[in-house]
């Protein structure tokens, strides 16, 4: 049986800021887990502003994500595409775009795939 220590960390002070073009990613070690926050301002896109960091064609960190606020368009390398936007849950696997839709920042908690997100 794996013990469970009680931790309270907040996102205002994150243990590391990935910043990169349009947002950022703030990160959260919590209960043995890195916890995310990305931030993605207007004219964000995965293919235009991380996609040099991650050196891959498409994102490849499979994500388990609550949308906070703002819209996001996510296309999957299969073809699947949505919008997703506050109060959604999503579950990304590896080989996808996404871009912000509208003039509001997106706001997601990623609690699956943060860990090397922007690196």
């Not at 994150?14 to 919590?30: L, N, T, W």
């Not at 502003?49 to 994500?63: F, N, R, S, Y």
């Not at 996510?74 to 696997?93: I, N, Q, W, Y």
Request: charged content about 25%.
């Amino acid at each position: 049986m794996t013990t469970q220590n009680t931790e309270h960390r907040r996102f205002a002070e994150p243990d590391e800021v990935r910043p990169f073009p349009h947002g950022r990613a703030e990160i959260v070690k919590v209960g043995g887990a890195e916890i995310g926050r990305l931030v993605l301002e207007p004219g964000w896109r995965w293919s235009n502003d991380v996609k040099p960091i991650a050196g891959t064609e498409l994102c490849e960190a499979p994500h388990m994500q609550y949308h906070v606020s703002g819209r996001v368009h996510v296309l999957m390398a299969d073809g699947t595409e949505f919008e997703a936007g506050p109060g959604d849950v999503t579950s990304l696997p590896q080989g996808h775009d996404a871009w912000v839709v509208g003039d509001e920042p997106v706001v997601v908690v990623d609690w699956y795939g943060a860990s090397n997100y922007a690196r």
